[in-house]
């Protein structure tokens, strides 16, 4: 019936027919203010695939009349950037949409980084990874915006949905359909936040469906044949991966158990469990610590098992070890202490090692002065093993102190300890 899919068809012409992103290009803010007056800044568009980055840059075209032309940065030549700026001396002016524009190459860059200073390339560009660490920073220069979109809500997809099904110009409005408004709130939940999937699924749901009397009956069966797990979304090495290993590392770290959860499974789904093992060891000794010394232990023995089950069975002893996490007493101290010293030690502060502590182990070393270390397990005491003062660090960094105990879970004793110990050294100094 149509040549074009539904999503392509749905796209919006000007920026008023935008759904979501309101805090991008919403009436009230600067941007749309200033399309609106007829100025439109180059900028760049980050975010997940499917929350209008191709869209708000049509939008933004049909709205100001400015010629507008798309490439694709994966496929585009030098010879396409030069078709550009011969655009503009016809047009005066052009917007260039470029999509997947992290993987500009210099070439291009070059090229076309006069014309976008001097005013005749407006561009927009577009990219799923963080432009801060993925674009050149001369193309960020030159962009006067950044905006980092999100997903959009359940209720902007309900209402892109409803729209596709009576358009009768380009949605589906012109077709008798029968279908709930439960049903089309069913789609908008499964498409996680992606506009583009959600109008792809309800086109598929449609002639999926069964035909009476030239009316399209959906049932519910056939929306949970096509939803599956559209939620799922991130490259393993994209930026959206990471930000759900933060948010996983972060959530632990807050103690909220159905946040930490989440991410997990999230993560899962994506299937790289080398890299959720390796950030789940990483929260046990950086973020629980000395608080729970088990916790890491109990961590590694967790990943060993999913490394031996593999996936699906994997997520159940990550599962645990995830709880055990959030759960447990927390303290950082440790690494916090040494990143101290590494800070000290990068920015010179060092001294020489103290005789008493360097390698004896050889004939010479009484000669070179390598003499007077005493050893601690000939001076029991108590129950904490062997103990005796002498000077550890080197003479010009005596009394210097890294380590600042929590009072958190395990580390109580450890710091009643500590305190004890340092109570001893100052005895011996008075």
Same mark, same amino acid.
């Given at each position: 019936?149509?040549?074009?899919?539904?999503?392509?068809?749905?796209?919006?012409?000007?920026?008023?027919?935008?759904?979501?992103?309101?805090?991008?290009?919403?009436?009230?803010?600067?941007?749309?203010?200033?399309?609106?007056?007829?100025?439109?800044?180059?900028?760049?568009?980050?975010?997940?695939?499917?929350?209008?980055?191709?869209?708000?840059?049509?939008?933004?075209?049909?709205?100001?009349?400015?010629?507008?032309?798309?490439?694709?940065?994966?496929?585009?030549?030098?010879?396409?950037?030069?078709?550009?700026?011969?655009?503009?001396?016809?047009?005066?002016? $052009?917007? +260039?949409?470029?999509?997947?524009?992290?993987?500009?190459?210099?070439?291009?860059?070059?090229?076309?980084?006069?014309?976008?200073?001097?005013?005749?390339?407006?561009?927009?560009?577009?990219?799923?990874?963080?432009?801060?660490?993925?674009?050149?920073?001369?193309?960020?220069?030159?962009?006067?915006?950044?905006?980092?979109?999100?997903?959009?809500?359940?209720?902007?997809?309900?209402?892109?949905?409803?729209?596709?099904?009576?358009?009768?110009?380009?949605?589906?409005?012109?077709?008798?359909?029968?279908?709930?408004?439960?049903?089309?709130?069913?789609?908008?939940?499964?498409?996680?936040?992606?506009?583009?999937?959600?109008?792809?699924?309800?086109?598929?749901? $449609?002639?999926?469906?069964?035909?009476?009397?030239?009316?399209?009956?959906?049932?519910?069966?056939?929306?949970?044949?096509?939803?599956?797990?559209?939620?799922?979304?991130?490259?393993?090495?994209?930026?959206?991966?990471?930000?759900?290993?933060?948010?996983?590392?972060?959530?632990?770290?807050?103690?909220?158990?159905?946040?930490?959860?989440?991410?997990?499974?999230?993560?899962?789904?994506?299937?790289?469990?080398?890299?959720?093992?390796?950030?789940?060891?990483?929260?046990?000794?950086?973020?629980?610590?000395?608080?729970?010394?088990?916790?890491?232990?109990?961590?590694?023995?967790?990943?060993?098992?999913?490394?031996?089950?593999?996936?699906?069975?994997?997520?159940?002893?990550?599962?645990?070890?995830?709880?055990?996490?959030?759960?447990?007493?927390?303290?950082?101290?440790?690494?916090?202490? +040494?990143?101290?010293?590494?800070?000290?030690?990068?920015?010179?502060?060092?001294?020489?090692?103290?005789?008493?502590?360097?390698?004896?182990?050889?004939?010479?070393?009484?000669? +070179?002065?390598?003499?007077?270390?005493?050893?601690?397990?000939?001076?029991?005491?108590?129950?904490?093993?062997?103990?005796?003062?002498?000077?550890?660090?080197?003479?010009?960094?005596?009394?210097?102190?890294?380590?600042?105990?929590?009072?958190?879970?395990?580390?109580?004793?450890?710091?009643?300890?500590?305190?004890?110990?340092?109570?001893?050294?100052?005895?011996?100094?008075?």
């Amino acid at each position: 019936m149509y040549g074009e899919p539904l999503a392509f068809r749905m796209r919006p012409t000007t920026i008023d027919e935008i759904v979501g992103q309101k805090e991008i290009i919403g009436k009230q803010t600067s941007l749309y203010k200033m399309i609106k007056n007829g100025h439109v800044p180059s900028m760049l568009l980050y975010g997940e695939p499917g929350i209008g980055k191709t869209s708000i840059a049509h939008a933004i075209a049909g709205t100001t009349k400015i010629p507008f032309i798309a490439l694709n940065a994966t496929t585009s030549g030098k010879k396409d950037v030069e078709m550009v700026v011969d655009e503009t001396r016809l047009t005066g002016k $052009v917007i +260039l949409f470029l999509d997947e524009i992290h993987r500009f190459n210099k070439a291009q860059q070059d090229y076309l980084l006069p014309h976008v200073e001097n005013g005749s390339i407006i561009l927009i560009g577009a990219t799923t990874e963080n432009p801060f660490h993925d674009v050149n920073p001369a193309i960020r220069s030159r962009c006067g915006q950044i905006k980092q979109l999100t997903r959009l809500t359940s209720e902007d997809i309900y209402e892109l949905l409803q729209r596709a099904v009576h358009d009768e110009n380009k949605g589906l409005g012109k077709m008798s359909i029968q279908i709930t408004e439960d049903q089309l709130r069913k789609i908008a939940s499964g498409s996680g936040g992606d506009a583009r999937k959600s109008l792809t699924l309800l086109e598929s749901i $449609v002639y999926s469906s069964n035909k009476e009397n030239d009316t399209y009956i959906v049932q519910d069966q056939t929306i949970d044949d096509l939803v599956g797990n559209v939620g799922v979304y991130g490259d393993k090495k994209g930026s959206h991966f990471y930000n759900l290993l933060s948010s996983l590392q972060k959530s632990i770290r807050g103690s909220d158990v159905d946040a930490s959860l989440y991410y997990l499974a999230h993560l899962l789904e994506t299937g790289d469990l080398v890299a959720v093992n390796r950030r789940l060891l990483v929260i046990a000794f950086e973020d629980i610590g000395l608080a729970n010394t088990s916790v890491g232990t109990n961590v590694l023995a967790a990943v060993t098992a999913s490394e031996r089950l593999g996936l699906p069975e994997a997520r159940i002893p990550l599962a645990v070890a995830v709880v055990e996490m959030c759960l447990s007493s927390k303290s950082n101290s440790a690494y916090a202490a +040494l990143d101290k010293a590494i800070t000290d030690i990068r920015n010179g502060k060092v001294g020489d090692i103290p005789k008493h502590l360097r390698d004896g182990h050889y004939a010479g070393s009484k000669v +070179l002065g390598h003499v007077g270390y005493k050893y601690p397990h000939d001076t029991p005491i108590g129950t904490f093993g062997g103990w005796v003062h002498q000077e550890y660090l080197p003479s010009n960094l005596k009394g210097t102190k890294y380590y600042k105990p929590v009072e958190a879970g395990e580390e109580k004793r450890l710091a009643a300890i500590y305190r004890r110990l340092e109570e001893f050294k100052k005895g011996n100094e008075s």
